[in-house]
């Protein structure tokens, strides 16, 4: 997964993988069958480990603003200084892959639509605590809270300072609760 993280997916070479998996092409051709599997495989963690980062900071249990301002306080330190130069592998993938390839399309596809659905069930239920603005719509607010964050990403490979993303993220929040 870092390999692909830190190069593309095309910039990506066989003896690449075979050095950062320590495996003799044999292996990993085993192991993993081609690049492109090893790829996808890559990606379904990526994409996991970012699911069940989203469950702790949505968990029904704890208070859906709090866990809204988790949310973007997470993206806002992965997208500031040199974590946002590191880039997300999910939007390098998109730019790179998701128009080109049907299967990566799918799996970025499905992760903005899981994203989307945690974010509105999270504004769903501040909505029905009472902690939503008048005439926020919890689909629609999620909609533009996943494009806000993966612009964040975008706009991270600059490296913004953290103070500017996290005034942007607070602005946001501010027109969505009371």
């Not at 990526?46 to 704890?62: S, V």
């Amino acid at each position: 997964m870092e390999v692909f993280w830190s190069r593309g997916y095309h910039a990506t070479a066989l003896p690449d993988l075979l050095r950062a998996t320590r495996l003799s092409r044999g292996s990993l051709y085993a192991a993993f069958g081609d690049k492109h599997s090893l790829f996808l495989r890559a990606l379904d963690r990526y994409i996991a480990d970012a699911l069940r980062r989203m469950e702790g900071e949505f968990d029904p249990r704890n208070d859906p603003v709090v866990g809204l301002r988790a949310y973007l306080a997470g993206y806002v330190e992965r997208t500031s200084g040199s974590n946002g130069r590191r880039g997300c592998l999910l939007v390098a993938t998109a730019m790179e892959l998701a128009g080109q390839d049907a299967e990566v399309g799918r799996r970025v596809a499905g992760f903005f639509k899981a994203m989307e659905a945690k974010v509105t069930d999270a504004l769903s239920r501040a909505k029905a605590a009472g902690k939503l603005a008048d005439g926020v719509e919890p689909a629609i607010a999620a909609s533009i809270l996943v494009c806000f964050v993966e612009g964040l990403r975008v706009v991270g490979k600059t490296a913004p300072a953290r103070i500017a993303s996290q005034a942007a993220a607070d602005a946001l929040v501010g027109r969505f609760v009371k």
